[in-house]
């Protein structure tokens, strides 16, 4: 059914249709997920206008799967670059490791390097089409959702003129974030986020392609590192390269934490990067070309014991915030985004047996990566040679061997779910069995 007014445009009655909380990557994955198997949903978002935002992104094939599911496969990788090689290297420039990646690992599915905002876009676009402008309502700020003990949830909101809005739904999926209303009303002790003590200054700078134009690199170790990758073929023969450039500064203060939009200044890392000088990359010439650097603190919050309260869920960052460690963060809100859809068709009419299915499924694999990304996750081997070879290495395998590398970064892989015999099935998450 469609959603209903109630009252003075003040009171919205979704029937037997779902509330999401949040329009970002997975709050949109969600709706669109729902409106597959014909389950209506609305999205709710506080920002009164969607703008395209962020830098670069990762996805990975298991998300790539389920996006493919959804029909957007071929939009996405229109907008993309479609990474073959991940390369590690020591702070000297040195390769210690290079994989391959996506198809060229002999997955059914790319890997995909997108503009964040692209993808949002991507996204936001086929929602409007598909459920209608009327199920994205912006200018809905959260402020306290009920368990739904009577028969529905309930969502109260501040509304686009500042007047209250409640919404009765059959369920409320949380995809608010890492500031989560939602999370933080049932966990209201939880605190900030958890800081790691490193800084993010992330940016992008169209130039000539690095190296063959479809490799990922990873330079340094994880107290100092440069990661980079090209987001867009441009016409020209260049490419949008997105880069992050992560240090722990010793004076680096709490204040550091919530300021989510600040403008990097290059005089705030540049200077440990002016010695990244090699003869395939020039790390501080590129960064010094970007047109704005942006500032982020690496944050996450420990993993919860439960997710679901009655007919309220969470999901994505915030039901489980993760280090930016691995290219996870966006692929783990789409599956389970995915999940969730699977869960309310293999249990019709029952939404709150499906949300505890869904918590079931994901909550256990989720928790896990957020304790392998404060392990250094895929990252180790970086770690490792750092802490054996700090002044460099004639022979990378007098430091680590290949067996050692793949040991780590195949386990890692599989703690994320995207080892390559776990996408041999190429049923999507939606479709399979909760029961």
Request: charged share 25%; hydrophobic share 40%.
């Amino acid at each position: 059914m469609s959603a209903d007014l109630v009252g003075p445009d003040l009171d919205i009655d979704l029937g037997e249709g779902v509330a999401v909380v949040g329009g970002g990557i997975g709050g949109l994955v969600t709706a669109l997920s729902l409106h597959q198997i014909g389950i209506e949903a609305t999205v709710f978002e506080a920002a009164g206008e969607i703008r395209p935002a962020g830098v670069g992104i990762n996805l990975l094939p298991h998300s790539i799967r389920e996006l493919d599911a959804l029909g957007l496969l071929d939009e996405l990788a229109a907008s993309a670059v479609e990474p073959s090689t991940l390369a590690y290297f020591a702070k000297n420039g040195r390769e210690i490791w290079s994989e391959q990646r996506g198809r060229s690992a002999g997955y059914k599915w790319p890997q995909l390097s997108i503009h964040r905002g692209e993808l949002h876009r991507i996204l936001l676009g086929a929602a409007r089409q598909r459920l209608g402008d009327d199920r994205i309502r912006l200018g809905h700020r959260l402020t306290s959702v009920t368990t739904g003990q009577t028969g529905a949830g309930l969502a109260s909101f501040d509304g686009p003129s500042g007047s209250p809005v409640t919404v009765r739904a059959a369920a409320i999926v949380a995809a608010d974030g890492i500031h989560s209303v939602v999370r933080s009303q049932f966990y209201p002790d939880q605190g900030p986020p958890k800081w790691s003590g490193a800084l993010l200054w992330r940016g992008v700078v169209d130039r000539k392609p690095v190296l063959d134009g479809r490799t990922m690199i990873w330079i340094g170790h994880p107290a100092q590192k440069f990661v980079g990758y090209p987001i867009a073929d441009l016409p020209d023969g260049r490419q949008t390269f997105n880069f992050i450039a992560e240090r722990r500064p010793d004076d680096a203060t709490l204040a550091d934490r919530e300021d989510w939009n600040r403008q990097g200044d290059l005089a705030d890392f540049l200077p440990a990067f002016e010695s990244w000088t090699f003869d395939w990359i020039d790390v501080p010439a590129l960064i010094r070309s970007a047109p704005q650097t942006f500032v982020f603190p690496m944050v996450d919050r420990d993993p919860i014991d439960r997710w679901t309260f009655g007919r309220v869920t969470l999901l994505g960052d915030a039901a489980h915030p993760m280090y930016p460690i691995g290219s996870n963060g966006a692929s783990q809100a789409i599956l389970d985004a995915r999940v969730l859809a699977g869960c309310v068709r293999c249990h019709p009419g029952d939404i709150r047996a499906a949300l505890q299915r869904y918590e079931t499924e994901r909550r256990p694999p989720t928790s896990a990566i957020v304790e392998a990304n404060r392990g250094f996750g895929p990252e180790r081997p970086m770690h490792l040679v750092e802490q054996r070879a700090p002044d460099g290495f004639e022979s990378v395998h007098d430091v680590i061997s290949p067996e050692e590398i793949l040991d780590i970064t195949e386990a890692y892989r599989r703690t994320a779910g995207f080892a390559l015999a776990a996408l041999d099935d190429p049923t999507s998450l939606a479709e399979r069995d909760y029961r």
